[in-house]
């Protein structure tokens, strides 16, 4: 299994785990709106500096603003 297989197939079994015990929660079901985006980027790009400079990809704020737009 390649690599990018390997993390399709870790997030297929995290869902699958958080379904098996009735927690799927969307940013919709937590209560955030689109509209509280940019101030959640801005957080995220000076608050997580050093947990984003870790990651292999280190996302900009678009990136950022796709994530959690398939999150809602």
């Known amino acids: 299994m390649g690599q990018e297989q390997a993390a399709e197939s870790s997030v297929a079994a995290v ?3 958080l ?21 959640l980027i801005n957080n995220v790009l000076t608050t997580m500096k050093v947990v984003l400079s870790n990651n292999p990809r280190v ?11 398939g999150c809602l």
């Open 19 to 39: 379904m098996g015990i009735n927690m799927v929660p969307t940013l919709t079901q937590l209560g955030v709106k689109e509209e509280y985006f940019d101030w």
């Open 15 to 17: 869902h699958q785990f």
């Open 59 to 69: 996302p900009d704020g678009e990136k950022i603003r796709e994530i959690y737009q």
